[in-house]
T-cell receptor, first 115, second 114 residues
Framework: AQSVAQPEDQVNVAEGNPLTVKCTYSVSGNPYLFWYVQYPNRGLQFLLKYITGDNLVKGSYGFEAEFNKSQTSFHLKKPSALVSDSALYFCAVRDRTSGTYKYIFGTGTRLKVLA | NAGVTQTPKFQVLKTGQSMTLQCAQDMNHEYMSWYRQDPGMGLRLIHYSVGAGITDQGEVPNGYNVSRSTTEDFPLRLLSAAPSQTSVYFC?????????????FGSGTQLSVL
C-alpha cells in the first residue's frame, strides 16, 4: 500500500530565509512524487514532480525538491521565502509499478512566511 | 481553454437526499479523479478513471458512485447523503504519460449535509 507522511502541520519561516517542507513516502514499487500548493480560497496547483533521473527537481516559483531513495523522502525547498509563498502544501505519490493510478496525498503542511 | 470545470460551487443537502457533482475537462486527458478534502485529513481519493468506460475505487469510495461515458465528463453521485459527506470535493484530470503526468484541479465544490 502507498502512503505519504507530512510530519509538520505548520511551518513558520521569516521572509528571506530558506524554507523546507518535509515529506516521506512508502510504496512497494517505484514512485512518482509530486508537490501541489493550495493558496487561500483557490484550487490546487502543480509545483513539481519527480519521475526519474536527477534527484534534484526544479519547479515553479523558485521551488525545488530533493528525491532521496534511501530515506524515502521528497522534501520541498526554497532558498529565500516570500510572504506570497504562504499557502497549504501537499505531497503526493503514485506507485508507477503497481499498475494502478492512485495518487495518494499527505495531510498537508501550512507554510506561513512572516514579514 | 476552461481546464477542469466543477459545478456547483456550493451545495446544501438534507440527510438522505441524492445529488450529482459535475466535472468536465477540455484537455483530452485520459485520467480523471475525485478527491475530498477534510481538515487534518488532506486529500483522499474517492474514485478514478483511466478512460471512458473504466472506473476504479480509491481510498474512500463508500457512499459514492461514478461513471465515465465520455472522455470529457466524470460525474460523482451521492445516492443518499450523510453528514459525514460534508466536505470540499475536488475533481482532477491528467495525461497518463509520465512526462506529461500532473493533476489539473477544478475549483472545488463545498458540500454541506445537514
Amino acid at each position: 500500500a502507498q502512503s505519504v507522511a507530512q510530519p509538520e502541520d505548520q511551518v513558520n519561516v521569516a521572509e528571506g530565509n530558506p524554507l523546507t517542507v518535509k515529506c516521506t513516502y512508502s510504496v512497494s514499487g517505484n514512485p512518482y512524487l509530486f508537490w501541489y500548493v493550495q493558496y487561500p480560497n483557490r484550487g490546487l496547483q502543480f509545483l513539481l514532480k519527480y519521475i526519474t533521473g536527477d534527484n534534484l527537481v526544479k519547479g515553479s516559483y523558485g521551488f525545488e525538491a530533493e528525491f532521496n531513495k534511501s530515506q524515502t523522502s521528497f522534501h520541498l525547498k526554497k532558498p529565500s521565502a516570500l510572504v506570497s509563498d504562504s499557502a497549504l502544501y501537499f505531497c503526493a505519490v503514485r506507485d508507477r509499478t503497481s499498475g494502478t493510478y492512485k495518487y495518494i496525498f499527505g495531510t498537508g503542511t501550512r507554510l506561513k512566511v512572516l514579514a | 481553454n476552461a481546464g477542469v470545470t466543477q459545478t456547483p460551487k456550493f451545495q446544501v443537502l438534507k440527510t438522505g437526499q441524492s445529488m450529482t457533482l459535475q466535472c468536465a475537462q477540455d484537455m483530452n486527458h485520459e485520467y480523471m479523479s475525485w478527491y475530498r478534502q477534510d481538515p487534518g485529513m488532506g486529500l483522499r481519493l474517492i474514485h478514478y478513471s483511466v478512460g471512458a468506460g473504466i472506473t476504479d475505487q480509491g481510498e474512500v469510495p463508500n457512499g459514492y458512485n461514478v461513471s465515465r461515458s465520455t472522455t470529457e465528463d466524470f460525474p460523482l453521485r451521492l445516492l443518499s447523503a450523510a453528514p459525514s459527506q460534508t466536505s470540499v470535493y475536488f475533481c482532477a484530470s491528467s495525461y497518463l504519460e509520465g512526462r506529461r503526468e500532473k493533476l489539473f484541479f477544478g475549483s472545488g465544490t463545498q458540500l454541506s449535509v445537514l
